[in-house]
């Protein structure tokens, strides 16, 4: 007992290491395997048992058959000889006939080596000697000779003849019999055999299936480890790429608020420095031609110059003007976004010569929002110019829910979305501007059927527009 008790914990050691083998899967198909073969060889030699069964069955009752058709002749020619009518002849050559199957049966059951053969010839030969019998009286009786026939009908050779042919009948049945009950036994002991093969091999193949469940459980197991962990450290890859795109919108945002802020700084410098230093050369200028003019004494070619310099001085002027609004248009500021975009689209319309539709709404946007729609026109219809070959262009701006949609839409040749142009820094700068202001931008273009750039921006909220006439934070 106690030996029993300290191999255990070995045994399962072993059959923890079994269990978790690679062998697990081929065992179980060798125990399915294994257990195909037994159930065939098994099958087939119950179908041979079986088959044998039949034939010595088919052999008993031929027997019994060639028994009751000698009965029945010799019946039919009792009925003969006591009456004479012909009819009881009838019977006879059936039972005869009858004879003669079951005796054809027999021979073929019982080859010429077979160990039972002698006891067959020795029916067959006491069956042919009680035809022979047969045969006789009634041949008597047809002549007429009534003391022969009823003499060979008395002196008992019949009943001497049927006891003898029983007696050999039962004995081979009896062999018959005996066969029956070995094939019965050897079919019984084929069945033990399949029956105790595949209770065996059926365990070998449950010990190999729990073996295969409890590996797949532990590849699971594993399996939802490792997902587990890919999926932590997906996780902190989502959340430090979440971190690093608001870090960088953030960025970006602050980039474009600066550059703002430096192109209007810029403006008010150009406005208040060169547009002072302008604005005083050409008051200087207009001095001196009226004190030229008063003093008669300056030559023609002197106005000619002068002239000239006022013309430059305003050229200059304009540029300053133009220089100004495109670093921060002051339509914007003064006049609101709808009108600032009319003054664009015409300005550009009257530049470039293409027809600008637009269909614009007084939409409730911040100042950041209403710039970035600004320039976000401004952007699509310098591309429009440079790149789209178009002959009209739709300029949108209108209100969908809580939202604001402005768009720039042409009939130009477009192009494929899937190729990325080294060109396309525009588009990503509008893309980041508008996805700075908790929008989105879309783009749509095919290459023969135009270009449409549509950004969608938060209408301005009651807290907004609170914080905005409140001002910025002490």
């Not at 009209?392 to 604001?404: C, D, K, N, S």
């Not at 494929?416 to 525009?426: L, M």
Request: proline fraction near 3%; glycine fraction near 6%.
């Amino acid at each position: 007992m106690k030996h029993i008790l300290a191999t255990m914990p070995r045994l399962a050691f072993w059959f923890d290491r079994l269990s978790r083998s690679a062998f697990a899967f081929p065992l179980a198909m060798v125990a399915a395997l294994g257990l195909l073969v037994i159930s065939e060889l098994s099958f087939r030699h119950a179908v041979q048992d079986i088959e044998r069964l039949r034939v010595q069955n088919v052999a008993r009752v031929a027997t019994h058959q060639l028994l009751l058709a000698v009965v029945d002749a010799e019946s039919g020619q009792r009925g003969y000889l006591l009456t004479g009518r012909a009819e009881y002849l009838q019977p006879y050559q059936k039972a005869v006939q009858e004879i003669r199957e079951a005796t054809v049966a027999l021979q073929q059951r019982y080859g010429a080596n077979d160990p039972q053969r002698p006891q067959l010839d020795r029916l067959l030969q006491l069956v042919a000697d009680k035809l022979s019998e047969l045969e006789t009286t009634l041949q008597l009786r047809t002549q007429g000779r009534e003391e022969a026939w009823r003499a060979l009908v008395g002196s008992g050779i019949g009943r001497e003849a049927m006891q003898a042919m029983r007696l050999a009948a039962d004995q081979l049945i009896a062999s018959e019999t005996r066969a029956i009950s070995e094939q019965g036994d050897g079919i019984k002991e084929t069945l033990q055999v399949n029956r105790i093969g595949v209770g065996t091999v059926t365990a070998i193949g449950l010990l190999a299936f729990f073996m295969y469940l409890r590996q797949s459980v532990a590849l699971d197991l594993e399996r939802q480890s490792r997902q587990h962990s890919l999926q932590e450290e997906r996780d902190r890859l989502e959340a430090q790429v979440r971190q690093r795109t608001a870090d960088l919108t953030h960025l970006a945002q602050h980039l474009q608020s600066a550059r703002e802020d430096e192109k209007s700084r810029l403006a008010r410098e150009l406005h208040d420095e060169l547009g002072a230093l302008l604005t005083a050369a050409k008051l200087d200028l207009a001095r001196i031609r009226s004190r030229l003019v008063q003093m008669g004494s300056a030559a023609p070619e002197l106005f000619t110059r002068i002239e000239h310099l006022t013309s430059t001085l305003n050229s200059g002027i304009a540029l300053k003007r133009r220089i100004i609004e495109d670093l921060r248009p002051s339509a914007l500021s003064n006049l609101g976004l709808v009108a600032a975009l009319e003054i664009l689209t015409r300005e550009f319309e009257q530049r470039s010569g293409l027809k600008v539709a637009c269909s614009l709404q007084d939409v409730k946007l911040t100042p950041a929002c209403e710039l970035t729609v600004y320039r976000l026109v401004q952007e699509g219809l310098t591309n429009v110019a440079k790149y789209a070959q178009a002959r009209e262009v739709h300029i949108t701006l209108r209100e969908e829910g809580a939202w604001a949609l402005a768009s720039v839409q042409d009939d130009g040749q477009g192009f494929d979305t899937r190729v990325q142009k080294p060109s396309a820094h525009g588009l990503l700068g509008m893309r980041y501007r508008v996805e700075a202001e908790g929008g989105r931008l879309l783009l749509q273009s095919t290459p023969g059927a135009g270009t449409r750039i549509e950004a969608v921006l938060p209408l301005r909220t009651e807290e907004t527009q609170a914080a905005a006439l409140a001002g910025p934070a002490a």
